[in-house]
């Protein structure tokens, strides 16, 4: 059984990806996909809960052309 206040059942994907940002504002807080910065294909702002994505990558992997962190 799900948890509605568990981010993770709330968010879907994007709770955990490394692309994503949090926008905080007086009463919501929006989740902003990076790739779109880049990539046409991810919106800036999804549609929540993101189920599938093919820019999903978990928080904290580092992909091999990234360097490493200082």
């Known amino acids: ?3 509605p ?3 993770d059942d709330r968010v879907g994907l994007c709770a955990r990806c490394r692309h994503s ?3 905080p504002s007086r ?3 929006f989740w902003m996909c990076e790739l779109s910065k880049t990539d ?3 919106a ?3 549609r ?3 189920v599938a994505c093919v820019g ?7 992909p091999k052309d990234d360097p490493p962190p200082s």
Do not use: C, E, H, I
């Open 21 to 23: 940002r949090t926008v």
């Open 27 to 29: 009463t919501s807080v």
């Open 56 to 62: 999903f990558q978990p928080a904290g992997f580092q």
């Open 48 to 50: 929540l809960p993101v």
């Open 40 to 42: 046409p294909r991810f």
């Open 1 to 3: 059984m799900t948890n």
């Open 5 to 7: 206040s568990d981010p």
């Open 44 to 46: 800036k702002y999804p």
